[in-house]
């Protein structure tokens, strides 16, 4: 493993993080989805990739939707695939490279970065808090 | 209750909902919007009332308007809880 | 009639307050602490509102909306001053 050091995340990929990746698990159901690009991924074949519960994959997935980072078939079960018109193509594809060689790096960062206070305003209203 | 300090409220509660509005073009969060609509209907009713020129019957109604602003308030709660459950 | 209005609000208030004083808590995000010191103010706005129509020989019109500007300017302080 023999890496420069230090350098640091570049700044578009950070930027990128900061706005759309909350979790480690959102990270790896976008890049799920980005993997496959043009195949579908419903909410429990993404829990059963990925390890985690079918309610996580199924918000992870509405996130990402939500943000147009993936779009939807509409059809019953929600199918998702990644949105390929999104202006974020290129950075995403960054994003994977980046994660591939350095996971702990990316992993520290989505961990560290300051919480949104917006995010954070709307998030104290959830009565419930079991959404990672 | 002296017109300064309902000037005051007014302006308070009209910023305040400005800067909600803000939020919601920002992060597109419904609840935002509903925060941004109670905190104008907020200062709507503070309005209302800085003008009643001390008609007790009427100044009833107004309070209902600002129940009106907090039914918004409960309604995005609600709201912001109601997608979760699937 | 107007009573249950008034608690409602109150209620409201409270829960807000709570809410949002409870995710500073978890999140350190200063918004929070400001907006939920807001939702005070109204809270004890809607409370001394209850008060002052139950109790007829004293007048909180005065001071009742004065809690509801303190808790509104410093969630206005805290809109503009903190980082978004």
């Known amino acids: 493993m023999n890496q420069p050091a230090e350098e640091p995340i570049p700044e578009h990929v950070r930027r990128f993080i900061v706005d759309h990746i909350q979790s480690v698990e959102s990270l790896e159901v976008l890049l799920l989805c980005f993997a496959g690009s043009s195949g579908e991924h419903s909410p429990a074949e993404v829990s059963r990739v990925l390890y985690t519960s079918l309610e996580s994959a199924t918000t992870r997935l509405e996130e990402l939707h939500r943000d147009k980072l993936l779009v939807t078939s509409g059809a019953d079960p929600m199918k998702y695939r990644f949105n390929s018109a999104s202006p974020d193509t290129a950075v995403v594809a960054d994003l994977e490279k980046i994660y591939k060689q350095r996971r702990v790096s990316v992993i520290s960062f989505i961990y560290s970065k300051p919480t949104d206070p917006l995010r954070a305003f709307s998030d104290a209203f959830r009565l419930r808090k079991d959404e990672p | ?86 | 009639m107007a009573d249950l209005a008034y608690i409602l609000c109150a209620l409201t208030s409270i829960g807000c307050a709570l809410l949002l004083l409870r995710g500073y808590k978890q999140s350190g995000s200063r918004l929070l602490f400001w907006s939920g010191l807001c939702f005070v103010g109204l809270a004890l706005n809607n409370i001394l509102l209850i008060i002052d129509v139950r109790t007829p020989d004293v007048d909180l019109s005065h001071i009742r909306s004065l809690p509801a500007l303190a808790g509104l300017l410093l969630m206005i302080f805290g809109l503009i001053w903190e980082k978004r």
């Open chain 2, 1 to 86: 209750m002296s017109d300064f300090i309902s000037g005051m409220l007014t302006m308070g509660y009209l910023v305040a909902g400005i800067f909600f509005l803000r939020f919601w073009r920002d992060t597109r969060d419904r609840l935002f919007a509903m925060f941004g609509a109670a905190f104008f209907i907020l200062a709507l009713q503070r309005a209302g009332l800085a003008f009643l020129n001390d008609v007790p019957e009427s100044a009833t109604l107004w309070y209902f308007v600002r129940l009106l602003a907090f039914v918004i308030i409960i309604i995005a709660i609600i709201d912001k809880n109601r997608g979760r459950k699937r």
